[in-house]
T-cell receptor
């Protein structure tokens, strides 16, 4: 079964450093997402991306964050100048555009620890 | 406001016993409803979804859920729990339009005792 893959599975970074989390969505999917789960809290939506632009973003997704689809397969989340509170599991997800229908498939997550 | 409530933070069930995890939602439009499961150290796996039609939906691993519009609920059930079902379960709601965000509940942790 096709799946969303994410790298790295775990990254430790110094506060203030830049981090790039990478994702390969399911190949025929057109919508891509990043979600975040701080330890012990609910999964929160960050951003959705379609047709090479952001289609929706939450208030969490401020200027510190950016997303990019640098080629035909990868989808990245960049976090500039990381803060301690950015420590979380970051999930990439994708969905296929079939009009009405919104099943989102998630990757296994990238655990980011900011020290 | 759009929200998902999972009233039970932690549930313990004996192996072989039945299970029901509660989910209530508040959503302005006609909702799409989902249950995801997250095992320790793993990602979110889709268990089942409700879009339209039959209000009782079947999912993987023997799970089912029933959509009750009048109660704004989408409770997850399993007739006989296995030790491998121990995990965290998340209910989520989204819009019919592709590409919109899912709103998650805080999750219910299921422990299975022998």
């Amino acid at each position: 079964e096709p799946e969303v893959t994410q790298t790295p599975s775990h990254q430790v970074t110094q506060m203030g450093q830049e981090v790039i989390l990478r994702c390969v969505p399911i190949s025929n999917h057109l919508y891509f997402y990043w979600y975040r789960q701080i330890l012990g809290q609910k999964v929160e939506f960050l951003v959705s991306f379609y047709n090479n632009e952001i289609s929706e973003k939450s208030e969490i997704f401020d200027d510190q964050f950016s997303v990019e689809r640098p080629d035909g397969s990868n989808f990245t989340l960049k976090i500039r100048s990381t803060k301690l509170e950015d420590s979380a599991m970051y999930f990439c997800a994708s969905s296929e555009n079939r009009g009405a229908g919104n099943t989102i498939y998630f990757g296994e997550g990238s655990w980011l620890t900011v020290v | 406001a759009q929200s998902v409530t999972q009233p039970d933070i932690h549930i313990t069930v004996s192996e072989g016993a039945s299970l029901e995890l509660r989910c209530n939602y508040s959503y302005g439009a006609t909702p799409y409803l989902f249950w995801y499961v997250q095992s320790p150290g793993q990602g979110l796996q889709l268990l089942l979804k409700y879009f339209s039609g039959d209000t009782l939906v079947q999912g993987i691993k023997g799970f089912e859920a029933e959509f009750k519009r009048s109660q704004s609920s989408f409770n997850l059930r399993k007739p006989s729990v296995h030790w491998s079902d121990a995990a965290e379960y998340f209910c989520a709601v989204g819009a019919r339009q592709a590409g919109t965000a899912l709103i998650f509940g805080k999750g219910t942790t299921l422990s299975v005792s022998s």
